[in-house]
């Protein structure tokens, strides 16, 4: 099982565009978070925001720097989910696994663009779907 739970954007201040974001859509970010990382909870899914040093921003609509995004999807195991979507063309890239079993791969999409499964302690799942800490 997979479920949607983070839109991530890239960015050179993740508090800074985050406090941005709150006030436009009148939700809270997450403000004892780590510098690396916030978030704001829009429905079921996080929008949030991460540090990327030498940060350069995207000439959207022009093709020299495009969009810059990744999605994270929960899963209940890795390795289930792992075959099922390179099956699908996913390809592999990396681990960030801990010993305790948490963490997080990353792969990317057919055509290059990045997402990660996530175990993150806490989650659990409930006839299917996922129920958040």
């Known amino acids: 099982m997979l479920q949607l739970t983070d839109f991530i954007i890239d960015c050179p201040d993740p508090?800074?565009?985050a406090a941005f974001y709150a006030e436009l859509t009148g939700e809270p970010f997450k403000e004892d978070m780590?510098?690396?990382?916030?978030?704001?909870r829009i429905g079921g899914v996080d929008l949030a925001f991460y540090r990327v040093e030498d940060y350069r921003p995207p000439s959207w609509p022009d093709d020299e720097h495009p969009k810059q995004f990744h999605l994270?999807?929960?899963v209940?195991?890795?390795?289930?989910?792992r075959r099922r979507i390179v099956?699908?063309?996913a390809t592999h890239q990396r681990?960030?696994?801990?010993?305790t079993g948490y963490?997080?791969?990353?792969?990317?999409?057919?055509?290059?663009?990045p997402f990660c499964l996530c175990r993150n302690?806490?989650?659990?799942w409930s006839s299917g779907r996922l129920v958040q800490p």
């Open 121 to 124: 302690k806490g989650a659990t």
């Open 72 to 74: 994270d999807f929960e």
């Open 103 to 113: 963490g997080w791969q990353v792969y990317t999409d057919p055509v290059g663009h």
């Open 34 to 40: 780590p510098d690396q990382w916030t978030s704001i």
């Open 87 to 89: 099956e699908l063309g």
């Open 15 to 17: 508090k800074e565009l």
């Open 76 to 81: 209940d195991e890795f390795e289930p989910e």
């Open 95 to 99: 681990d960030f696994i801990y010993d």
